[in-house]
């Protein structure tokens, strides 16, 4: 059976207690031929990260998904997997050499630069709290990584590499080997793998 929704509100026009998760979150999960049991994980996607004007003087733009976990949350088995797929299907960084022929970062259109651009996908990423956000968190983790506010906002804006939380390398030349990828939603533990890569 899909497990409920943990987070409950009294709805504002009867003040019956619901889920707080949008109509068609609910009606998913309530739905017999969607159970988790038949194999199916349905995930909402939190925050996509796009720095999306051409960046520092370089031909591409970044992107990154973010999952949050509020309230010392953890994921289940199945969103674990599930991440960590998207982790695999959106991150590009082992193809990061783009004077290589047929090893390139792929060029998408942007329609705020008005042209074709490179785009870095840096995969997806684990932002937990101990309580709701950055402003009641006794404690903020990155990856299960400790940080602070201000390192938060550094990753968000790229200005850290959000793989590395080092000075983030946009050099062209700069290569990220497949075998070196970070495994974020790692499925034996809690723990990050990527802490051990570099």
């Not at 390192?151 to 200005?159: A, N, Q, S």
Request: charged share 25%; with cysteine; aromatic share 12%.
């Amino acid at each position: 059976m899909t497990r409920a929704f943990n987070q409950i509100i009294n709805c504002p026009h009867c003040n019956n207690e619901i889920t707080a998760e949008p109509a068609f979150g609910r009606w998913i999960r309530n739905n017999p031929q969607l159970d988790s049991w038949q194999g199916y994980c349905v995930i909402d996607q939190d925050y996509w990260i796009h720095q999306f004007r051409t960046f520092r003087g370089k031909d591409f733009q970044l992107i990154m998904m973010v999952e949050i976990k509020t309230f010392c949350a953890h994921q289940t088995l199945a969103q674990k997997d599930t991440l960590h797929v998207i982790d695999q299907l959106t991150r590009n960084r082992k193809n990061s050499d783009i004077s290589q022929a047929g090893n390139s970062i792929p060029k998408v259109y942007s329609h705020v630069s008005k042209k074709e651009v490179y785009i870095r996908s840096y995969g997806a990423h684990l932002l937990t709290f101990s309580h709701s956000g950055p402003d009641d968190s006794n404690w903020i983790k990155w990856n299960w990584r400790m940080i602070d506010e201000d390192t938060l906002t550094k990753i968000l804006r790229f200005d850290l590499d959000p793989d590395t939380l080092m000075k983030i390398d946009l050099r062209y030349h700069h290569i990220y080997r497949i075998d070196r990828q970070p495994t974020l939603f790692p499925m034996d533990n809690n723990k990050c793998n990527y802490a051990h890569t570099k």
